[in-house]
Nanobody
């Protein structure tokens, strides 16, 4: 069982940066692939980024490549999403997700989900 709690959302101006963090409970953190997803108003939830169990392999949606980075700390049971050069279209609720399988995470059908944190990019 993995429980996830996101933090770090807020209001930021276009071009600004924000760092989201997801804290996981449970002793199985090292065994799961972690991902970040987002859902904008009126849209379906979409994949943003994922990181492998060891943290050495990362995956990104095309629309965030070069702007976002994902990292995990298996000693602290956390996964972070550093978001730079934010745009108004990045406004969404951001969710942390976890699953045993990379394919499941990239498909957005994670077994475990956090409750989300709001990110608003606006001047």
């Amino acid at each position: 069982q993995v429980q996830l709690v996101e933090s770090g959302g807020g209001l930021v101006q276009p071009g600004g940066s924000l760092r989201l963090s997801c804290a996981a409970s449970g002793r199985t953190f090292r065994s799961v692939v972690m991902g970040w997803f987002r859902q904008a108003p009126g849209k379906e939830r979409e994949f943003v980024a994922a990181v492998s169990r060891s943290g050495d392999i990362t995956y990104f949606a095309d629309f965030v490549k070069g702007r976002f980075t994902i990292s995990r700390d298996n000693a602290k049971n956390t996964v972070d999403l550093q978001m730079n050069s934010l745009k108004s279209e990045d406004t969404a609720v951001y969710y942390c997700g976890a699953d045993l399988m990379l394919g499941t995470v990239r498909a957005g059908t994670c077994r475990y989900w956090g409750q989300g944190t709001q990110v608003t990019v606006s001047s």
